[in-house]
């Protein structure tokens, strides 16, 4: 009888870590399901993916490298075919692999193939629990008959736009629909996150995302339960996490807190104890292959960035945890910001070598209420003005205490006071950026000039729109 672990990978598609009642969410009733998985195993309070962004998020979890290694930094396939990703290693180490959900995103090659596999338009538009429970079952099933332990991708497409109340009615029409939230929510029941303006339109469109973030709380509550009842609770570790933060302003594609910090929670009845919240080290997205690998009793990988934290979740210490790094690069768009941030639990220092004063930043969080309600309200309000001309143009430099301005709501670099601790933080960027091979390095060096900075930015764009 097979004894290896079963691993089951839950991810949600833009959901802020604070959407979820576990992580102090203000609002009661988004996330029951994700509440209870919480519970029952350790949550981390310093979790944050690599990039902000769909495809170049899941490749670093796939991968265990960060995008500028793996080449990966975009959206579209690795550019460099003889990287190791993950379903490829539990696959040769005897798991069958499968994925509902994001298979472009989540499949680094186009050649990989799972062996079983449904996407968006086959899961009621990758927003239906019931049908995610079924084919989950079925695949599991056909794992236990096989003998073989399971690896199974799970990606809701909730809570990411189009929301709840603001989507295409016919998705609740066809042979293949949407599923309607098992609770929904309206403007004054919730409120607006601290980065955002609290202005009528921008409640409405949180209260729609919400309802987003309840529906994808009901499909891993339908997928969880399949667990006891297929009799692999025990043997089985379930990862949740969310890919990047809500699709809103001053979140999703960008390298604030709100950004890249995620709901991170593993439950292993066998292995992990309940109710454990972990306050004292940072895991990141690179960590994801080495920590799956090393469950899965696979060989680890040379060269790769990222660390497994399995001593954690044996309620171990482990040492250089105390820092972040993430980044950013170019939208589904193809339009290059690129940006490096550096955290620990209290500061945040953020490069960004786009920011000009005359490039404006374009982004998916802008289609929607919120930002347009932002710009109307501009007109009359200089506060929210300024708001509004900091995300469209920002500034090369940026530094937040981000434990007391989990919103960065005050950039502090240049004030004298927090002169030791910026320092601080450009050293320790700058050292990962020589150890990791980073093409931004020259333009940080050589931040004050702008010829430096606009050399960099066309060798990017020449470099991820193909041309060299």
Known sequence: ???????????????????????????????????????????????????????????????????HRSCGEGFYNLRKPEVPILPELLKNGGYTVGILGKVGHSTPYNSFQWDMHFDIDELGHGRNPSIY??????????????????FLMLNSHDPHRPFYGNDNPLWYDDECPASIPSKTFIPNEIKVPGFLEDLPDVRLEISEYYSSVRRCDDTIGATLNILKQLDCYENTLVIFLSDNGMAFPFSKTNCYLNSTKTPWIMRWPSYIKAGIKDQKHFISGIDMLPTILDVAGVPQQKNVDGTSFLPILRGEEQTN?????????????????????????????????????KRNFKNESQAGRTMKAMQNASLEDNNIAERVDLFLHRTKEEFYDFENDPNARNNLFGNPEYADEITKLQKELETWMIKTGDKALTAFQNRDSKEALELFMKQQADELNGTI
């Not at 490096?340 to 639990?345: A, D, E, P, S």
């Open 1 to 67: 009888m097979n004894n290896k672990t079963n691993i089951l990978l839950i991810t949600a598609d833009d959901m802020n870590w604070d959407a979820v009642g576990a992580y102090g969410c203000p609002v009661n009733g988004t996330t029951p399901n994700i509440d209870k998985l919480a519970e029952e195993g350790i949550r981390f309070d310093h979790a944050h993916v690599t990039i902000s962004v769909c495809q170049p998020s899941r490749s670093a979890l796939m991968t265990g490298l960060y995008p």
């Open 321 to 357: 945890r105390e820092l972040v790094f993430t980044q950013f690069h170019q939208t589904a768009a193809k339009s290059n910001y690129p940006m490096r941030c550096v955290q620990n639990k209290q500061f945040g220092y953020i490069f960004n070598p786009w920011a000009d004063g």
């Open 133 to 150: 429970f079924e084919h989950a079952t079925n695949f599991i099933e056909q794992a236990q008959q096989d003998n073989k332990p399971f």
